[in-house]
């Protein structure tokens, strides 16, 4: 049996020793007379609070997501909050909660430490998609929130998001302060668990239905709705919480065809049915489509655990399901938006969207073709949600997205937002048809317009102590020494997030970039492709993003003209000898 290290012996000691409740003990016995190994990956470590909170995998120990881990961060949060709102009669959180195993038990040690803490918390009674946690700190006027979820992870992980009064999530300088208070809780015996009842309300129908009404009213095109009611929709929840508003918001639409897949309609968070509850990947979404096939559907969407992302899939000109990826999905959706504010009046000069550094540029054309701005912001939503609170009173936000899945219309949300996204995509759907096309000849129609865009994303895993500095090698040499030619194209600009500069390699003139410090390098090529280098900022990989692009003479050719985007980006990759 494999020896134990002093300091993980000690720091178990401690949670021995100390004030922790018994079964909690008698499983870390366990871990120190059956398996070693688990008990170091425990306690080598604190599970780290981001800048996002906290994400990890539940059991017992520093480095595990527990009743303790939560209520330090919780205690932590709760400081910073009173150190920020000292003239607040009564500092307001809501608590929001997903599918996930042990979800509910977490949001409610949250909500007693809170309330100890004589904070008012608005607690929901069951689970709700993190987007309408972000929605319900607007409308109660709060301070902050958290959702208990670790969207999209494997099973064995749960986490905790926190939000700003905004209603995004925390960015400079709360995400920073808020470790740092976090940090200060070194000891469980600074944690108040006892929780004053008096201070927790429960909430849930109320709210629901003023957030849904908020969703109806984003709706474009009732006529075309109207006129399309029947079309064919198959919905899967992935046994996470947009089970119930998902259904509920695409009826109050006006939509009267929707089938759900029942078996995932079940909220689990052993996720029974799904290897993985991410809809990026094509296997979550198997068991919709089949039902699809059954129908004979005319749409497919799957939303993740905690409801802010969503997977689609369309049928292609041979009757068959086709995945769509997030640049495709958001392309789609902007497309349609920018086109109905035109239609309806509703451009007068001041509208923007928001769209991330490593999502396609296709969004950006389509935006500056109609006078639209467009902005670009860093990867993670509370980026784009910081842009709309900058320019509040000032411009109009009409909808921004990220490549992962994740996209927003409106603006009284401040995360990415999946119910909103399948009311949406379902009203393009139903304006499309309207106009005798579907979402895959839309799409096609926008390549042929703009240029066919593709963007691919390649992932390099790097573990251990010498894959992180072999990834910490690979950022050093692409920017102390970058190609001058990729795939026989001259690169034209470089930006690097990480000194803030972008630069003119062939005039040499260098411009800032007005963004915050981030470790990402782009390299714009002369024949319009875009690759982005970034490490993985929560696993031990490189991420490189491929984004080239051609003319589409005609509809006709789209089939030849993927084959050679795909060859192009096959030849970059090979170029750069990344396999």
């Given at each position: 049996m494999k020896e134990i290290d002093k300091t993980t012996l000690q720091k178990s000691q401690i949670w021995l020793d100390g004030n922790y409740d018994e079964d909690t003990k008698k499983q870390i016995k366990n871990l120190i007379a059956n398996h070693p190994e688990e008990l170091t990956e425990s306690f080598y470590q604190d599970l780290e609070f981001g800048t996002g909170g906290l994400r990890g995998i539940m059991g017992v120990g520093t480095n595990r997501m527990n009743k303790y881990t939560v209520g330090m961060a919780t205690q932590g949060l709760a400081n910073y909050l009173i150190k920020m709102f000292p003239n607040e009669k009564k500092i307001k959180v809501a608590i929001a909660f997903d599918s996930r195993n042990n979800s509910r038990y977490f949001a409610q040690i949250t909500a007693d430490v809170f309330s100890a803490n004589n904070i008012k918390v608005y607690l929901f009674e069951d689970l709700r998609p993190t987007p309408v946690l972000s929605f319900t700190i607007r409308q109660l006027s709060c301070q902050s929130g958290i959702v208990i979820t670790?969207?999209?992870?494997?099973?064995?992980?749960?986490?905790?998001?926190?939000?700003?009064?905004?209603?995004?999530?925390?960015?400079?300088?709360?995400?920073?302060?808020?470790?740092?208070?976090?940090?200060?809780?070194?000891?469980?015996?600074?944690?108040?668990?006892?929780?004053?009842?008096?201070?927790?309300?429960?909430?849930?129908?109320?709210?629901?239905?003023?957030?849904?009404?908020?969703?109806?009213?984003?709706?474009?095109?009732?006529?075309?709705?109207?006129?399309?009611?029947?079309?064919?929709?198959?919905?899967?929840?992935?046994?996470?919480?947009?089970?119930?508003?998902?259904?509920?918001?695409?009826?109050?639409?006006?939509?009267?065809?929707?089938?759900?897949?029942?078996?995932?309609?079940?909220?689990?968070?052993?996720?029974?049915?799904?290897?993985?509850?991410?809809?990026?990947?094509?296997?979550?979404?198997?068991?919709?489509?089949?039902?699809?096939?059954?129908?004979?559907?005319?749409?497919?969407?799957?939303?993740?655990?905690?409801?802010?992302?969503?997977?689609?899939?369309?049928?292609?000109?041979?009757?068959?399901?086709?995945?769509?990826?997030?640049?495709?999905?958001?392309?789609?959706?902007?497309?349609?938006?920018?086109?109905?504010?035109?239609?309806?009046?509703?451009?007068?000069?001041?509208?923007?969207?928001?769209?991330?550094?490593?999502?396609?540029?296709?969004?950006?054309?389509?935006?500056?073709?109609?006078?639209?701005?467009?902005?670009?912001?860093?990867?993670?939503?509370?980026?784009?949600?910081?842009?709309?609170?900058?320019?509040?009173?000032?411009?109009?936000?009409?909808?921004?997205?990220?490549?992962?899945?994740?996209?927003?219309?409106?603006?009284?949300?401040?995360?990415?937002?999946?119910?909103?996204?399948?009311?949406?995509?379902?009203?393009?759907?139903?304006?499309?048809?309207?106009?005798?096309?579907?979402?895959?000849?839309?799409?096609?129609?926008?390549?042929?317009?703009?240029?066919?865009?593709?963007?691919?994303?390649?992932?390099?895993?790097?573990?251990?102590?010498?894959?992180?500095?072999?990834?910490?090698?690979?950022?050093?040499?692409?920017?102390?020494?970058?190609?001058?030619?990729?795939?026989?194209?001259?690169?034209?600009?470089?930006?690097?997030y990480q000194t803030q500069k972008e630069k003119n390699p062939i005039s040499g003139k260098e411009k800032k970039i007005l963004l915050p410090k981030s470790n990402v390098l782009q390299f714009f090529l002369s024949d319009n492709s875009k690759i982005t280098i970034r490490p993985s900022g929560t696993e031990p990989k490189i991420k490189f993003y491929f984004g080239v692009k051609l003319a589409l003479q005609s509809k006709e050719l789209f089939n030849n003209t993927n084959e050679m985007l795909d060859k192009k980006i096959n030849d970059i990759i090979a170029s750069m000898n990344l396999k």
């Open positions: 670790a969207s999209h992870n494997p099973k064995e992980y749960n986490g905790y998001k926190v939000y700003w009064n905004d209603g995004g999530q925390l960015v400079s300088p709360h995400d920073v302060n808020v470790i740092k208070e976090v940090q200060k809780i070194t000891d469980i015996s600074n944690v108040k668990f006892k929780p004053l009842k008096e201070n927790i309300s429960i909430i849930g129908e109320d709210i629901d239905k003023i957030y849904i009404s908020k969703v109806k009213a984003l709706s474009l095109s009732p006529k075309s709705i109207n006129n399309q009611k029947n079309i064919k929709i198959v919905y899967t929840a992935l046994h996470g919480s947009g089970v119930n508003l998902v259904p509920r918001s695409l009826k109050e639409f006006g939509f009267t065809n929707i089938t759900s897949v029942k078996e995932q309609d079940v909220s689990d968070g052993n996720f029974p049915t799904i290897k993985s509850p991410n809809p990026e990947e094509s296997a979550a979404l198997t068991m919709a489509i089949e039902k699809a096939k059954s129908i004979d559907a005319d749409l497919v969407m799957a939303t993740d655990p905690d409801a802010d992302r969503v997977g689609i899939a369309v049928k292609n000109n041979n009757n068959e399901f086709i995945l769509l990826n997030g640049n495709q999905t958001a392309t789609l959706l902007i497309y349609y938006l920018i086109a109905q504010w035109k239609t309806n009046n509703k451009l007068i000069g001041k509208e923007y969207i928001v769209k991330t550094i490593v999502t396609t540029e296709l969004l950006k054309e389509i935006a500056l073709k109609s006078k639209v701005e467009c902005f670009d912001v860093l990867t993670g939503f509370k980026f784009i949600a910081d842009i709309i609170k900058q320019n509040e009173g000032k411009k109009t936000f009409i909808g921004g997205g990220e490549e992962s899945y994740g996209y927003l219309i409106g603006d009284f949300v401040r995360d990415k937002d999946a119910v909103i996204s399948c009311s949406m995509i379902a009203e393009t759907a139903a304006w499309a048809a309207d106009n005798g096309k579907t979402l895959y000849n839309l799409l096609i129609d926008i390549y042929t317009e703009f240029g066919f865009y593709k963007e691919s994303l390649l992932s390099i895993t790097k573990k251990g102590k010498e894959g992180a500095e072999e990834i910490q090698k690979m950022m050093k040499e692409y920017r102390s020494n970058p190609p001058k030619i990729i795939n026989n194209s001259e690169i034209i600009l470089i930006k690097d």
